[in-house]
């Protein structure tokens, strides 16, 4: 009997599967004609599958498709194109498979813009095919603040947030507020240690210090020993960088380690209101993070927000919404500029100043394309104060435009 | 010396997932010489079946406790009568590739009907909370989790050493064609012990549920250090896969606690080193022929 031979080739077969079960592709179905054609295509690229599905996902296509309405409502027969398709694909949050369709979207699908692309790897990637094809790409998804810094180009613009925007908001206001002293968590890959980076900048220009970080692997499910660790240096707040999966994983091991009755509070870096959903507000009650927009903010963004939910039964994260506004004001420009093309748009969007359901005291930056507005630091309810399905978030604070964003002069972006 | 305790209670606790699961892989390894790649998609199962069933009927996790296992203990009979079974003649590659494909379909499923975000848990409020141990607060879940895997894993051992089924299951794992030589039916004992092995993965996620986020991808890496489990402790033993599973917990937590950033790569180090050392692992037997 030879059993433990086997299994030991089955190892390594396995391992083989493994590698080579990460780079299947679907396309997406062929349609659009080609640029010169009569018609004006928006193409949303994100993770159709994967970890930030439920953050972006399907429904910003809905969203984009809202935007397309609203476009022709307003202009009816005086519209400059009639014929407006959204089309989309998944990228599954690789660079390479997101770099390949992008191209595919540019050149085969006859894309005008392409839009959303969160994960920054994918996002930057994505950037130098709109560089390169000389056609418009309107980044929502991802954090990385490189878009408009030395990576910045012509044709890119970058919506909703980045690194520097939820540091700024989350750090230096916590700080400010009296949690000066922090212990920071996080995972172990671009995003952490940028984060990490970002934070410990805001949080040292908010009058506070960082009194240790401490990295883990990624993904993981066992935080309790890294918990415990930032909790044995006594600090007044832990950061904690992780998302998705990972920050749920965290959350709960947190609520379970006596810390938050000690008075320890957690801020947490990045998150979106699908998280706090999935995980129910008792688990996050108390948590502050920055937020781009929220569905529940005045009577204009839960108007929006209500005709979200009828067609997809969830209320919209910051993500939906970011699309639907850079959708929407493409198409404003389309219509101002009275053609699709990328250098005439470009001109119209460059300093532009926009009001919309999305954008408050909105800007288009020229210098950088920084898509600044007003953000929100957010407190999550707690179950008591919660009138109904996805009340969950408490804005304590409304940080101007001007200050929520890296100003230009310390963006490095030449175009 | 305190924190000392509090990360052995963290890697106790988090060696309880790892011991129950691991113990399961054994078992199906052991009589059926089946690496059930799917046993990582199964612990991901039994915690969203408890999280599903707690929001549809309200079932606590005290009663999830026992229905969720006895669920999967039909649902894994199911998948070794309607496909396992038929690849056991074949070599043993057929069935890793079955079960990873099973993986692959459990978790898109899952995905596709409950999302990627995951699904909320909440515990009984018995369980939540912390006592005070030599001035440490220990949280109750963590012991409870500890505690219930003892108990299973004590009772699984019973069952083995004390029970008629245990001695012919014994049999059938250590020496098949002696035990069919003696006339003992090894063929009627295969489907129950796959399912068995895919309940006891079903508990180990049961009890993840309110400790851990619950989405389609828990199992992924969970099997990953599943197998560095079992190949720590033998493959296919009993005891090693127990004793494998706290082992791993207790390195995980103290690595995160001394040297964070190797804390999971320690775990593979550890497994070279008893690949070399003793090539069956820790409780496993060595072959002369091997």
């Known amino acids: 009997m030879n059993k433990r031979r086997t299994a030991a080739g089955a190892s390594i077969l396995m391992a083989g599967v493994l590698v080579t079960a990460g780079c299947g592709a679907g396309g997406p179905s062929a349609g659009g004609g080609d640029f010169t054609d009569d018609k004006v295509v928006l193409a949303l690229l994100n993770d159709a599958s994967g970890v930030y599905k439920d953050v972006s996902g399907p429904n910003s296509k809905v969203a984009i498709q809202m935007a397309i309405d609203d476009y022709q409502e307003k202009y009816g027969d005086d519209a400059v194109v009639e014929d407006i398709e959204v089309t989309s694909a998944d990228h599954q949050n690789e660079p390479d498979i997101a770099n390949t369709k992008a191209q595919e979207l540019y050149d085969r699908e006859g894309a005008d813009i392409i839009l959303d692309v969160p994960t920054s790897s994918a996002a930057l990637a994505v950037a130098t095919q709109a560089k390169n094809k000389k056609k418009l790409y309107m980044n929502i998804g991802a954090g990385t603040t490189e878009l408009t810094g030395a990576q910045c180009n012509k044709y890119t613009f970058h919506y909703a947030y980045d690194t520097w925007m939820l540091a700024n908001g989350t750090g230096t206001v916590v700080t400010e507020e009296g949690d000066k002293n922090w212990q920071l968590i996080y995972p172990d890959y671009a995003f952490g240690q940028d984060m990490v980076k970002s934070f410990t900048g805001a949080i040292e220009a908010g009058g506070g210090k960082v009194g240790g970080t401490i990295a883990t692997p990624f993904p993981n499910d066992n935080f309790a020993t890294y918990i415990t660790k930032a909790g044995a240096a006594n600090p007044q707040v832990i950061g904690t960088m992780h998302a998705g999966g990972d920050l749920i994983n965290l959350v709960k091991q947190y609520n379970d380690s006596g810390l938050k009755e000690k008075g320890i509070d957690l801020a947490v870096g990045l998150m979106f209101i699908s998280d706090i959903h999935s995980l129910g507000v008792e688990a996050f009650e108390g948590t502050i993070f920055t937020d781009a927009w929220y569905w529940n903010l005045d009577e204009k963004s839960r108007e929006w927000a209500d005709r979200f939910l009828e067609e997809t039964g969830d209320r919209p994260t910051y993500a939906h919404a970011g699309n639907y506004s850079a959708a929407l004001q493409y198409l404003e ?70 200050e929520a964003f890296r100003p230009v002069a310390e963006s490095g972006c030449s175009m | 010396m305190n924190a000392v305790l509090q990360y052995t209670v963290q890697g106790l606790a988090a060696g309880s997932f790892y011991a129950l699961a691991a113990l399961g892989l054994a078992v199906i390894f052991g009589v059926l010489g089946v ?145 069919g030589a003696l006339g003992i039916n090894v063929g009627r004992w295969v489907t129950p012990v796959f399912g068995f092995g895919v309940a006891l993965a079903g508990l180990a996620g049961v009890l993840a549920a309110p400790f851990r986020a619950i989405t389609a991808e828990m199992g992924s890496d969970f099997i990953i250090i599943l197998f560095a489990v079992v190949v720590i402790g033998g493959l296919g033993s009993i005891v090693g896969a127990v004793a494998g599973g706290f082992l791993v917990g207790l390195v995980e937590a103290f690595g995160q606690a001394y040297a964070p950033t190797f804390a999971q790569v320690l775990i593979f180090v550890l497994m070279a080193v008893v690949v070399l050392a003793r090539p069956a692992g820790l409780f496993g037997r060595e072959e002369a022929t091997a």
């Open chain 1, 333 to 402: 420009a389309v219509q101002s500029a009275g053609t699709d093309d990328a250098d005439a748009i470009v001109e119209e969007l460059e300093g532009k100043k926009v009001d919309d359901m999305f954008l408050r005291n909105g800007e288009i930056r020229a210098e950088d394309h920084r898509v600044i507005h007003d953000v929100y630091l957010a407190r999550v309810k707690g179950p008591d104060a919660v009138e109904e399905d996805w009340d969950y978030e408490e804005i304590i604070k409304t940080i101007p435009a001007e």
């Open chain 2, 35 to 179: 690496v059930n790649f799917a046993h990582g998609a199964f612990y991901m199962l039994g915690a969203v079946a408890a999280a599903v069933l707690l929001d549809t009927v309200g079932m606590s996790l005290w009663l999830a406790l026992i229905v969720v296992p006895l669920l999967m203990l039909v649902f894994g009979m199911l998948v070794e009568r309607l496909l396992v079974q038929w690849l056991l003649p074949l070599d043993p590659l057929y069935n890793l590739l079955l079960t990873f494909g099973l993986t692959l379909l459990l978790v898109d499923l899952v995905k596709r009907r409950y999302g990627v975000s995951g699904l909320p848990y909440e515990r009984p409020d018995v369980l939540s909370g912390r006592i005070q141990v030599a001035g440490v607060g220990l949280p109750i879940y963590q012991l409870f989790v500890i505690g219930v895997a003892l108990l299973v894993c004590l009772g699984v051992w019973l069952l083995m050493t004390r029970t008629r089924v245990g001695m012919i299951v014994r049999a059938a794992t250590e020496r098949p064609e002696l035990a």
